[in-house]
């Protein structure tokens, strides 16, 4: 009796998780490109021509803007403002309330990140390492 509860127990867990993820994730295009590479933000902030027009996944502190939101690699960086340690992000033009409303609620969470990396488009006021465009998720990571 006891291992049914286990298993019941662990079944709506792993449902649950399942449901808070997809709560803090938005997925802007379903497409997977298999050439995508998962990368340390820091090798892209110390090398960003390296991974210039690359299909990137990547994982750090988000700062919510609508005309350009950042990726920050620590909550430091974040609560310093280190622009020089950050990469902008490009939200789709046809973002719905909804998804901006999932996007609030991340900000200055860790989330993962995937998109093309423009190593040439500095961002606000050029002090970016890049911007990643064309993105296609963002979601709240969980360790």
Same mark, same amino acid.
């Given at each position: 009796?006891?291992?049914?509860?286990? %298993?019941?127990?662990? =079944?709506? &867990?792993?449902?649950?998780?399942?449901? +808070?993820?997809r709560?803090?994730?938005i997925?802007?295009?379903?497409?997977k490109?298999?050439t995508?590479? $998962?990368? =340390?933000?820091? %090798?892209i902030?110390?090398?960003? /021509?390296?991974?210039?027009?690359?299909?990137i996944?990547?994982?750090? *502190?988000?700062?919510f803007?609508?005309?350009? $939101?950042? +990726?920050?690699? =620590?909550?430091?960086?974040?609560?310093e403002? %280190?622009?020089?340690s950050s990469?902008?992000?490009?939200?789709?033009?046809? #973002?719905? *309330?909804?998804?901006l409303? #999932?996007? /609030?609620?991340?900000?200055?969470? &860790?989330?993962?990140?995937?998109?093309?990396?423009d $190593?040439k488009?500095?961002?606000?006021?050029? &002090?970016?390492?890049g911007t990643i465009?064309h993105?296609k *998720? #963002?979601a %709240?990571?969980?360790?």
């Amino acid at each position: 009796m006891m291992k049914k509860n286990n %298993k019941l127990v662990n =079944s709506v &867990f792993v449902l649950l998780m399942c449901v +808070l993820n997809r709560v803090n994730a938005i997925d802007f295009n379903e497409q997977k490109n298999e050439t995508t590479i $998962a990368e =340390s933000i820091f %090798k892209i902030i110390e090398t960003p /021509m390296r991974f210039h027009e690359r299909e990137i996944i990547i994982t750090g *502190v988000y700062r919510f803007d609508l005309s350009l $939101a950042t +990726l920050y690699p =620590s909550e430091e960086h974040l609560i310093e403002d %280190k622009f020089q340690s950050s990469v902008s992000l490009e939200l789709p033009m046809d #973002i719905t *309330v909804e998804q901006l409303e #999932i996007l /609030m609620e991340l900000d200055g969470k &860790f989330v993962r990140v995937s998109g093309t990396f423009d $190593a040439k488009n500095r961002g606000y006021g050029g &002090f970016n390492k890049g911007t990643i465009t064309h993105v296609k *998720v #963002i979601a %709240k990571h969980f360790n």
